[in-house]
């Protein structure tokens, strides 16, 4: 695992070891995540820098933790802090300290990333850079992040506020200790009063500046502590990365998809293959069963036995028969109004039709039961012209033609 970190110029690489600490492998010049090169595989957390987010402290009436994260975005929205719900999770709730029927509680509400301001390759879990320090008691923490001051306020070892200053000095002057004194007045309005233990000021160089006397407890030089992972994790996501892992989520589902149905393919495609071959052999036995039973004069007697048949078709076959045929034609014509069939040729796969009437209307209804669903005579296409006027009112002819 690795872990992303806010340094004094840039962004500083820390690989986890064996025995679980993480040491420094490699430090930037710049504060911009995108030119980070050469990042490591494997498990990435990105540490935001404190100037990255929002701390909105408060004191919840609640010690029911599912309703800690209504709480906080009630909160941010009282204070008229806001946050894009498109641009990914940028809220997250921190407990601070718990009581029988109320809790203290850290809001923070992520900036959305700007351009140049995420690594090349997208983290595995954010997190904030005030929380991966060790800190025991209640104390006050200030360090330089990408060449500005920053400070924490700790309560029982857990982050209650952090805050970045515009100082930019080599030690923390009086305008840090000046939004220090402030912060702390504000929380103390809020019911949240912090008394620090001690006042810790991590550089590798310089002094305690302001801060040696200036909250009334002797400031602390000392190295910043090595990161650590913060426990418990956070929630927070950026929406581009969210778009990325979906994206990878949804090639990887892809792939699975396609080589699961090349899988299904090749198998039923082995399976009707086999069958097919099992039918194909079959068939083979089954004529040459038959060629060996049935010598060359029956072929011959059975081929004229079918053609002998179908000579007969008219006469067996009930929908062939020239009576069935003009039964049907006859169930067709119309009850109202005069129409006569003149003549009704009925032959080999073929039926013409004539007549007459005094009016269309009959002829243009015989013409469309002819050709209904409903009718019996579906078997037939059947070319029904306009009826032709005559001078003893109108002529039709119609053609049905079976069906192949």
């Known amino acids: 695992m690795s872990l992303l970190v806010p340094g004094t110029k840039g962004w500083e690489l820390w690989k986890q070891g064996a025995d679980g600490a ?41 010690a029911d933790e599912s309703l800690y994260g209504d709480l906080s975005a009630m909160h941010a929205e009282r204070l008229g802090v ?31 990333p700007g351009e140049g301001e995420l690594p090349p390759r997208g983290p595995k879990e954010f997190d904030l850079s005030a929380r991966a320090f060790s800190v025991e008691g209640d104390a006050v923490a200030a360090w330089v992040e990408f060449g500005r001051w920053v400070f924490a306020f700790y309560k029982e070892g857990r982050l209650l506020y952090a805050q970045a200053t515009s100082s930019e000095t080599a030690d923390p002057d009086a305008s840090v200790l000046r939004e220090i004194k402030l912060a702390m007045s504000q929380l103390a309005i809020q019911g949240l009063a912090l008394r620090p233990q001690q006042v810790q000021v991590w550089s590798d160089q310089g002094t305690t500046g302001a801060l040696a006397e200036g909250l009334g407890i002797p400031a ?58 099992q039918e194909n052999q079959k068939i083979k036995r089954l004529q040459a ?84 669903t409903g009718n019996l005579l579906t078997d037939y296409d059947w070319n029904t012209p306009p009826a032709v006027n005559s001078p003893k009112g109108w002529d039709f002819n119609f053609t049905g033609t079976l069906k192949k």
């Open 220 to 277: 602390r030089l000392s190295p910043r502590p090595d990161p650590r992972l913060p426990q418990p994790h956070s929630k927070l996501l950026p929406a581009d990365v969210r778009a990325a892992r979906r994206i990878a989520r949804a090639r990887q589902q892809q792939g699975l998809g396609i080589a699961a149905l090349v899988l299904v393919y090749l198998g039923l495609a082995g399976w009707l293959g086999y069958g097919l071959y």
């Open 289 to 372: 069963d038959a060629n060996r039973a049935a010598p060359a004069s029956d072929i011959a007697a059975y081929n004229h036995h079918v053609s002998v048949w179908g000579e007969l078709e008219p006469v067996v076959n009930n929908s062939r028969s020239p009576l069935e045929l003009m039964f049907r034609v006859v169930k067709a014509i119309p009850l109202t109004g005069k129409l006569r069939l003149k003549s009704a040729e009925v032959g080999d796969g073929e039926i013409k039709l004539s007549g007459d009437a005094q009016e269309v209307g009959p002829i243009n209804q015989f013409s469309l039961s002819l050709s209904q």
């Open 22 to 62: 993480y040491a420094r492998q490699s430090e930037s010049e710049t504060p911009r995540a995108a030119d980070i090169a050469n990042l490591p595989a494997g498990h990435l957390t990105m540490l935001f820098p404190v100037k990255g987010w929002y701390a909105l402290p408060f004191k919840a009436s609640s």
């Open 82 to 112: 806001r946050w894009d719900p498109m641009a990914g999770q940028l809220i997250d709730t921190f407990l601070v300290g718990k009581e029988e029927e109320n809790s203290t509680l850290l809001a923070v509400v992520l900036k959305s």
